[in-house]
């Protein structure tokens, strides 16, 4: 298949470029690089068969889009592209949207244009907000908290009824918390400044960026305290990708899958977990809860077994020690 991918030299994304490649598909970024460096392409390049194609645009541009869709002719879009930060949503929700809605609008228009069917779109489990029950199915109700959570659930609601009108196939992916990195540690996480999740500010005290975790909150109702998340390795929901892909030429309209691991860890159990990939000990305080979190979140990821075959493959070691390998060799992300 020819498969276009947006924000495709991000972190999911670059991932996704490499297996994709190793299934022998014919893939095409589009990145404008404003989170991410024109050094994953050389390194998704090495890793591979070398094949992959990059332009460097915006999802806003539409005659970028026409271009680059044209040229191409895919036979689906997996489209990454977006914006990401919790916070900085709240504070500048407009931009968010914009990229977020008003880009998936564009992708979609774009590919209307040249006839391409089928999109795999990145959701998030944020979409769910506060927990009536856990696991969360994909029929639990949703009720985002953020900005950046209803730009994803609107445009979860886009894809659904453009795939509704025209026949086509939407595949809507809700991720639980990826981390971990390429077993090469050629690819991996590098967030700008100060980490706002869990695992790259564990992985920046170990190599010696800062002093100590900041624990938020140690008196949640879960078994040590801290809050209980559902993190899946990144290779794990790249391959996710190539089975949606795969789902998606024969089906038709929308679907939706959670792409966890149905295994929660804490915040400690990260920590311990990181410590013993590393060999050292990792310096934490509590600090109080962070505003907005949840206690403890889950997956029932079983439909996505079901129906694509796809299940989790990585443990929580491989978890912790991929993201070692990438941080200590690539202590400051791709400019090394
Ligand atoms: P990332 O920031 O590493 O990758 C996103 C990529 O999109 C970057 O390479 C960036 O340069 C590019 N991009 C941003 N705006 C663009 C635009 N207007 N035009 C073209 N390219 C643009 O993020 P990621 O962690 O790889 O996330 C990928 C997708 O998955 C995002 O849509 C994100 O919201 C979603 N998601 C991420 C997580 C997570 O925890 N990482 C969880 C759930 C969902
Ligand atoms: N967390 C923490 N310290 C940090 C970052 C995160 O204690 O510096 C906790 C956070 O409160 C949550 C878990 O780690 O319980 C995962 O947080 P992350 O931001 O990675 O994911 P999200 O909350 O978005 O699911």
């Given at each position: 298949?020819?498969?276009?991918?947006?924000?495709?030299?991000?972190?999911?994304?670059?991932?996704?470029?490499?297996?994709?490649?190793?299934?022998?598909?014919?893939?095409?970024?589009?990145?404008?690089?404003?989170?991410?460096?024109?050094?994953?392409?050389?390194?998704?390049?090495?890793?591979?068969?070398?094949?992959?194609?990059?332009?460097?645009?915006?999802?806003?541009?539409?005659?970028?889009?026409?271009?680059?869709?044209?040229?191409?002719?895919?036979?689906?879009?997996?489209?990454?592209?977006?914006?990401?930060?919790?916070?900085?949503?709240?504070?500048?929700?407009?931009?968010?949207?914009?990229?977020?809605?008003?880009?998936?609008?564009?992708?979609?228009?774009?590919?209307?244009?040249?006839?391409?069917?089928?999109?795999?779109?990145?959701?998030?489990?944020?979409?769910?907000?506060?927990?009536?029950?856990?696991?969360?199915?994909?029929?639990?109700?949703?009720?985002?908290?953020?900005?950046?959570?209803?730009?994803?659930?609107?445009?979860?609601?886009?894809?659904?009824?453009?795939?509704?009108?025209?026949?086509?196939?939407?595949?809507?992916?809700?991720?639980?918390?990826?981390?971990?990195?390429?077993?090469?540690?050629?690819?991996?996480?590098?967030?700008?400044?100060?980490?706002?999740?869990?695992?790259p500010f564990i992985a920046q005290v170990a190599v010696g960026k800062r002093k100590a975790l900041s624990i938020f909150g140690d008196d949640y109702e879960t078994p040590d305290g801290t809050g209980q998340r559902d993190y899946i390795h990144v290779v794990d929901l790249a391959r996710a990708h190539?089975?949606?892909?795969?789902?998606?030429?024969?089906?038709?309209?929308?679907?939706?899958?959670?792409?966890?691991?149905?295994?929660?860890?804490?915040?400690?159990?990260?920590?311990?977990?990181?410590?013993?990939?590393?060999?050292?000990?990792?310096?934490?305080?509590?600090?109080?809860?962070?505003?907005?979190?949840?206690?403890?979140?889950?997956?029932?990821?079983?439909?996505?077994?079901?129906?694509?075959?796809?299940?989790?493959?990585?443990?929580?070691?491989?978890?912790?020690?991929?993201?070692?390998?990438?941080?200590?060799?690539?202590?400051?992300?791709?400019?090394?």
């Amino acid at each position: 298949m020819r498969v276009l991918v947006t924000g495709g030299a991000g972190y999911i994304g670059s991932h996704t470029l490499v297996e994709l490649l190793g299934q022998a598909h014919d893939v095409l970024v589009l990145d404008n690089l404003e989170n991410s460096s024109p050094v994953v392409i050389d390194r998704v390049n090495a890793l591979t068969n070398g094949n992959l194609e990059f332009v460097e645009g915006d999802i806003r541009d539409d005659a970028a889009l026409d271009t680059v869709m044209d040229s191409f002719r895919p036979d689906a879009v997996i489209h990454f592209a977006g914006l990401k930060a919790v916070g900085d949503s709240m504070e500048q929700p407009l931009s968010y949207y914009d990229t977020n809605v008003r880009g998936t609008i564009g992708v979609l228009r774009a590919m209307d244009k040249v006839g391409c069917t089928r999109i795999i779109f990145s959701s998030s489990a944020t979409v769910y907000g506060e927990p009536v029950y856990l696991p969360y199915d994909e029929a639990h109700p949703t009720n985002p908290t953020s900005v950046y959570g209803r730009t994803k659930l609107v445009s979860e609601h886009i894809i659904s009824d453009w795939a509704n009108a025209s026949g086509g196939t939407g595949i809507l992916l809700r991720y639980f918390n990826p981390v971990g990195a390429h077993a090469s540690a050629t690819l991996g996480e590098h967030p700008d400044g100060v980490p706002n999740n869990l695992m790259p500010f564990i992985a920046q005290v170990a190599v010696g960026k800062r002093k100590a975790l900041s624990i938020f909150g140690d008196d949640y109702e879960t078994p040590d305290g801290t809050g209980q998340r559902d993190y899946i390795h990144v290779v794990d929901l790249a391959r996710a990708h190539v089975a949606a892909v795969n789902f998606a030429q024969g089906a038709k309209g929308a679907k939706t899958f959670n792409i966890g691991t149905g295994q929660p860890y804490s915040v400690r159990e990260m920590v311990a977990a990181f410590e013993t990939a590393c060999g050292k000990d990792i310096p934490v305080v509590v600090a109080p809860r962070r505003a907005g979190d949840i206690a403890a979140m889950q997956a029932d990821a079983s439909l996505a077994k079901a129906e694509m075959g796809w299940a989790a493959e990585h443990d929580l070691n491989d978890m912790a020690a991929s993201t070692w390998a990438w941080q200590s060799a690539n202590p400051n992300g791709y400019e090394d």
